[in-house]
């Protein structure tokens, strides 16, 4: 096992057995991902990258466009590279805050991911995002958000619990993503902040194609010129 506590209930050896059972909805959500992924890319750039799962799918979509893939950790990066069908895939083990390599990109993506940084660094991407993205490129971005009302958090919670027991998570897994979901409330945005916020950052136009609980998909688009 290594050092590393993903969400920290699980190592990221576990990350690929468990992280359906944690996110239910991770399936649909990567494939509504590749939807909005034009198949014409060239240059893509995938933030969080972690274990490869959706740096996989975006291979089969676009199997000849050039992919980077940034990551904290990495063990998740030493696993991502062993798997079969990556080869050609540049990784980088580096914090997406710091510089990105200099190139236009036809595509940024990122899932389950920037919940992880505070809101004013999801801001600082976003705005570099619009930067380096070729004329109406889009910045695709999948991720935990929060709730509009209180109310809606309490109800959302209970049917996370049954979704995360009917995946066969275990119960102290269970009980960890709970206790995380409440330590990082203060820094959940909702659906709604974060794509207006794209619009005032850059973006010539923010759409939001996919909600599920609290995972959401937000895609920016890039002015055409």
Not at 52 to 79: F, H, N, Q, Y
Not at 103 to 128: F, G, K, M, N
Not at 188 to 208: C, H, I
């Amino acid at each position: 096992m290594t050092a590393t506590r993903v969400h920290g209930v699980m190592d990221a050896e576990q990350y690929d057995q468990l992280i359906r059972s944690i996110v239910p909805c991770q399936p649909a959500l990567l494939s509504t991902i590749i939807d909005y992924l034009s198949p014409d890319s060239r240059n893509i750039l995938e933030l969080g990258c972690g274990t490869g799962i959706l740096t996989g799918m975006v291979r089969d979509a676009c199997p000849d466009a050039a992919i980077t893939g940034i990551d904290l950790s990495p063990e998740m990066l030493d696993m991502t590279s062993a798997k079969p069908g990556l080869g050609g895939v540049r990784f980088l083990a580096q914090d997406l805050r710091d510089p990105w390599p200099a190139e236009r990109y036809d595509a940024i993506i990122t899932s389950l991911c920037l919940h992880h940084v505070l809101p004013a660094e999801r801001v600082t991407v976003a705005r570099r995002a619009a930067r380096v993205l070729i004329p109406g490129g889009r910045f695709i971005c999948g991720d935990i958000f929060g709730a509009e009302h209180a109310w809606e958090e309490q109800v959302l919670r209970e049917v996370w619990c049954r979704g995360m027991r009917r995946g066969g998570a275990p119960d102290e897994v269970i009980t960890g993503m709970i206790a995380q979901r409440e330590k990082h409330m203060p820094t959940f945005t909702t659906v709604s902040w974060f794509r207006d916020m794209l619009t005032g950052s850059g973006f010539a136009r923010a759409m939001v194609p996919f909600t599920s609980g609290f995972v959401g998909l937000v895609v920016g688009f890039a002015p055409e010129g």
